[in-house]
């Protein structure tokens, strides 16, 4: 029996030894703890003091807008209407927004840039609300063209916006021109277009004003600026683009052999163009050899699978 009781009381130590040594370890895992959730919230406490409206502005200097969207948004969590803290991290916003390769990445930057400028407009002075507007309007430009929605009616809204107010910009024309044209507002794309080439002439802009009288059936006139850029420019992306125009011109004017030409010289220098073999397809149905027009549009399925005309034709 005196056995059997030592043996108890040896257990017992032994089990009280354990739960002693458990709740030593227990306390040192729990103060680590403690230790690592200070030193973070102390991090964390003193990187928030440390961002003020002068470190984004020095980040903003320094074009390092990746910096500025962080500073920003940690700025913003305390004083979340702050006018220059929300113009800055908008601004920001936009240009990682035109950096994306991912198109929905840009759109997530692209909303925050919008929702940020918008709430910026409020309390905004009245020598920056133009500048907002502006801003805004290329915003909503660039969301029209990563998204399957439409929002040029709101970069048009804005834009204009923008030059009401007295902002000036030397892209405004251009960005309502082809806002004006994905709208399909022809004759307000044209003016706004022509009123960018006073400020800056490029071969893309009298590209965009050819299509737009094209689409306007003012043929003369497209004509007028597609063989001012195949005469002048040095880029030859463009100056397919022009014929491939001018090929689509001459089979609305049946002038078969002159379309013919353009849309040969496209595949001269690149056979792989889609329209250009899609065009000489229509030339053929046009000749009533419809053998040779549904090969050339066998082979722009080879090139562009989802091409719409090509698709249309070979199912009639």
Same mark, same amino acid.
């Given at each position: 029996?005196?056995?059997?009781?030592?043996?108890?009381?040896?257990?017992?130590?032994?089990?009280?030894?354990?739960?002693?040594?458990?709740?030593?370890?227990?306390?040192?895992?729990?103060?680590?703890?403690?230790?690592?959730?200070?030193?973070?919230?102390?991090?964390?406490?003193?990187?928030?003091?440390?961002?003020?409206?002068?470190?984004?502005?020095?980040?903003?200097?320094?074009?390092?807008?990746?910096?500025?969207?962080?500073?920003?948004?940690?700025?913003?969590?305390?004083?979340?209407?702050?006018?220059?803290?929300?113009?800055?991290?908008?601004?920001?916003?936009?240009?990682?927004?035109?950096?994306?390769?991912?198109?929905?990445?840009?759109?997530?930057?692209?909303?925050?840039?919008?929702?940020?400028?918008?709430?910026?407009?409020?309390?905004?002075?009245?020598?920056?609300?133009?500048?907002?507007?502006?801003?805004?309007?290329?915003?909503?430009?660039?969301?029209?063209?990563?998204?399957?929605?439409?929002?040029?009616?709101?970069?048009?809204?804005?834009?204009?916006?923008?030059?009401?107010?007295?902002?000036?910009?030397?892209?405004?024309?251009?960005?309502?021109?082809?806002?004006?044209?994905?709208?399909?507002?022809?004759?307000?794309?044209?003016?706004?277009?022509?009123?960018?080439?006073?400020?800056?002439?490029?071969?893309?802009?009298? *590209?965009?004003? !050819?299509?737009? %009288?094209?689409?306007?059936?003012? &043929? +003369?006139? @497209?004509?007028?600026?597609?063989?001012?850029? /195949?005469?002048?420019?040095?880029?030859?992306?463009?100056?397919?683009?022009?014929? *491939?125009?001018? !090929?689509?011109? %001459?089979?609305?004017?049946?002038? &078969? +052999?002159? @379309?013919?030409?353009?849309?040969?010289?496209? /595949?001269?220098?690149?056979?792989?163009?889609?329209?250009?073999?899609?065009?000489?397809?229509?030339?053929?149905?046009?000749?009533?050899?419809?053998?040779?027009?549904?090969?050339?549009?066998?082979?722009?399925?080879?090139?562009?699978?989802?091409?719409?005309?090509?698709?249309?034709?070979?199912?009639?």
């Amino acid at each position: 029996m005196k056995k059997k009781l030592t043996e108890n009381q040896n257990y017992a130590k032994r089990k009280n030894h354990i739960l002693r040594k458990l709740l030593i370890v227990l306390g040192i895992v729990a103060f680590a703890a403690a230790i690592v959730f200070l030193s973070v919230f102390l991090v964390k406490s003193y990187t928030k003091n440390k961002i003020t409206l002068k470190t984004i502005k020095q980040s903003w200097n320094s074009y390092d807008y990746q910096m500025v969207y962080e500073q920003g948004k940690i700025f913003l969590q305390d004083k979340p209407y702050n006018n220059t803290a929300l113009t800055y991290y908008g601004y920001a916003c936009f240009y990682l927004a035109v950096s994306q390769i991912d198109n929905y990445r840009a759109q997530e930057y692209l909303d925050e840039c919008i929702n940020n400028l918008r709430l910026a407009m409020y309390d905004a002075s009245k020598s920056l609300l133009p500048q907002l507007q502006y801003m805004l309007g290329k915003a909503y430009f660039y969301k029209n063209t990563v998204t399957t929605y439409y929002y040029a009616d709101l970069a048009i809204k804005y834009l204009n916006l923008a030059k009401q107010n007295g902002y000036v910009a030397d892209d405004i024309s251009e960005y309502l021109g082809l806002s004006y044209a994905a709208l399909g507002m022809t004759y307000e794309s044209i003016s706004a277009f022509t009123e960018a080439l006073i400020v800056r002439e490029s071969d893309s802009l009298l *590209l965009s004003i !050819g299509e737009q %009288y094209y689409k306007a059936g003012q &043929i +003369d006139a @497209a004509k007028q600026y597609l063989f001012r850029i /195949i005469d002048n420019s040095s880029n030859d992306e463009i100056i397919l683009k022009c014929k *491939l125009l001018l !090929g689509n011109i %001459y089979i609305d004017t049946d002038e &078969i +052999d002159k @379309a013919l030409e353009q849309f040969n010289d496209v /595949i001269k220098t690149n056979d792989d163009s889609a329209d250009a073999h899609y065009g000489l397809g229509l030339i053929y149905e046009k000749q009533e050899n419809l053998v040779a027009a549904r090969a050339e549009w066998r082979k722009v399925r080879k090139i562009q699978p989802n091409h719409a005309g090509a698709l249309k034709k070979l199912s009639e």
